[in-house]
């Protein structure tokens, strides 16, 4: 099982909306509605965004929000702050290994 | 509020075993409704799950490791275990420990701080 493929690095002004895609297969992301995305600060823990595809967990401010279309799951944060700048890992159930996470996206906040 | 704390040696020579504890508390590692879980970083890279472990003992393993990885877990001491064997330079990484839901093992919500885990002779 490879890892999710997601875009190295995107980047955006503040107040501008950026989003990050989450490519799999049948297999897990087209197959299931078990992907989260977490984001991670550098030496920090990561920290769960987005779970089942689209549900914020309590506290998670209401500019990220989560999609999926076919094996794509997406991850768009809106009115982008300088507090957002970190990575962000998607992560899919999959049936030929259970878990797996992407690939990790750096997102800049010029 | 749950906490997660590894520890174990920071330093494995290679070919040798990296061992290491995750030490829950505030919360069971009894609950049936939890999974337990290893993830490394390595420096400067993304995030790669090893394993996750059920408080009956279940466990699920990264294909790529399964043949050098143990996970355990010891409801008395409230903690669950790593044990990585032929060990190479590789697998130097940051390791965290974590909580996944069950029924969602994707849904992780609480993290260790991690601990870093050099191999080097």
């Known amino acids: 099982q490879s890892a999710l493929t997601q875009p190295a690095s995107v980047s955006g002004s503040p107040g501008q909306s950026v989003t990050i895609s989450c490519s799999g297969t049948r297999s897990d992301v087209g197959g299931y509605n078990y992907v989260s995305w977490y984001q991670q600060h550098p030496g920090k823990a990561p920290k769960l965004m987005i779970y089942?595809?689209?549900n914020r967990p309590s506290g998670v401010s209401s500019r990220f929000s989560g999609s999926k279309s076919g094996n794509t799951a997406s991850l768009t944060i809106s009115g982008l702050q300088a507090e957002d700048e970190a990575d962000y890992y998607c992560?899919?159930?999959?049936?030929?290994?259970?878990?797996?996470f992407g690939t990790g996206t750096k997102v800049t906040v010029l | 509020q749950l906490q997660l704390q590894e520890s174990g040696p920071g330093l494995v020579k290679p070919s040798e075993t990296l061992s290491l504890t995750c030490s829950v508390s505030s919360g069971s590692i009894s609950s049936t409704n939890y999974y337990w879980v290893w993830i490394r970083q390595p420096p400067g890279k993304g995030l790669e799950w090893i394993g996750t472990?059920?408080?009956?003992?279940?466990?699920y393993y990264n294909p790529s490791l399964k043949s050098r990885l143990t996970i355990s877990v010891d409801t008395s001491k409230n903690q669950f275990s790593l044990k990585l064997s032929s060990v190479t330079a590789a697998d130097t990484a940051l390791f965290f420990c974590?909580?996944?839901?069950?029924?969602?093992?994707?849904?992780?919500?609480?993290w260790g701080q991690g601990t870093l885990v050099t191999v080097s002779s």
């Open positions: 089942e595809v689209n």
């Open positions: 974590a909580r996944q839901l069950y029924g969602d093992l994707t849904r992780i919500d609480y």
């Open positions: 472990i059920y408080y009956g003992g279940t466990t």
């Open positions: 992560s899919s159930y999959t049936s030929s290994t259970v878990f797996v």
